[in-house]
């Protein structure tokens, strides 16, 4: 088979996200190329996702073999000349279903890509809920959430019931903007679905679990009591991008002042910004605090009226952009608050002392209670620590693979080299 060289990079930049380099199953590593002349397709497969990409290549009758994804790379990073000619063997390929008659086929429109694209980066993909690292679609439109923060964007998609997609990295790398279709339908326990547009067909099974009734967390009526609407969005996206990283909560608050709003970081208050906003309703009793990076994304993607309750205990919606936005306020006790606990107590003694009644004992489920809080406390902080040590785990890896690929290429230079002489 003969490709083009820019085609076959092309294409290895959308299969390649889903190639598993490191499985031991060969399939799983490699890239199938299948057709006739006129009909090529290079698919790859994870074990419960596919998928294939129909290309432009010169065969010569029916071709069916298996190449390795990183010996791919490799021909395309060597080769000189600007077509290759590639050759595999062929092996047993998994079976994919195909999508029954009585499936349900929905029309996908042209921004389909745009508002997955929009939608990724809010998804936690190290989420322990697999049904949470996955995109949510019904009739409502698209729907993600990662327990903090919740975007809805509205879509026209024609579906009896929702149903949750695994994160769509490939679909994300294909860059498409053209309308395509969503068949869904059911074997067994199962939820499956095949999502085609243009040359790229992506098939596979929706996440185990169901998605949270994300609904109820959308505040009704007259929950919310206020709104600020920023007037200078770039100037806080400006400033926040200059404030430094604080775990766990990377908190900012925005103080609703007679002259506009006050960005504070909490764990930075000498660093401050002024802002003007167009404050209306209620004034907030309690100030808002949100995570800094939650509050960067929602500007720059063009969320910028803010509405929440004075109290400070309802999620916050954000609207301006092309769908809602919501996100949970951070809740964090006044810093003198210790102290003015101390007092109590000092006083508290005194009259104990002064007095000769006797001291009631501490109720058992209030102790109870305060060790429960305290796990939880605790437990929360080792998982943070965990995500951290995860991340760093996953750089090291990716450091020495990268150092393992240079060391191969060295060689074979030095092998190249010996044969020259």
Sequence with gaps: MKIEKKVLNDALRILGKMVCQTSPVEVFRGVRFVGTPGDVLAMVTDGVEQVSLRIDAEV???VDF????????????????????????KVQYPVQEAVPVDATVTELPVEFTDLLASAAPIINRNEPRA????????????TVTDGKQLLNLPCSLTLKESITIPFPLALLAARLHD????????????????????????????????YPNWKQVIPTGNALDYSITFHEPVQVIDFLKTVPDHEPYHGI??????????????????????TTVDH??????????????????????GYTKFGAHSDGRIPVVAEGGYGRYLA????????????????????TEN????????VPAASPLEELSNNVEELRSKLKHLLDESGILIRKVKEVTLLQKQKEREFIQTRRRLERIKMAM
């Design 60 to 62: 010569e009758g029916v």
């Design 66 to 89: 298996l190449v390795e994804y990183r010996m791919l790379r490799e021909i395309v990073r060597t080769a000189r000349g600007g077509k290759i000619e590639l050759e595999g063997r």
């Design 131 to 142: 049904v949470l690292q996955g995109v949510n679609l019904s009739k409502d439109g698209i």
């Design 179 to 210: 309308a395509g279709t969503l068949a869904t339908w059911t074997n067994g326990n199962s939820r499956l679905f095949q999502i085609k547009i243009g040359d790229f067909t992506w098939s596979g099974k929706a996440p185990s679990g169901n």
């Design 253 to 274: 608050e925005l103080n609703v002042t007679p002259d506009g709003v006050s960005v504070i970081p909490t764990d930075y208050p000498d660093m401050h910004l002024e």
């Design 280 to 301: 209306i309703g209620a004034l907030p009793r309690a100030v808002l605090v949100l995570n800094k990076y939650i509050l960067l994304r929602m500007l720059q993607q």
């Design 328 to 347: 949970m306020p951070i809740h964090i006790l006044p810093k003198h608050q210790p102290q003015k606990e101390e007092k109590k107590m000092e006083t």
């Design 351 to 358: 009259k104990v002392v002064e007095s000769n009644d006797p």
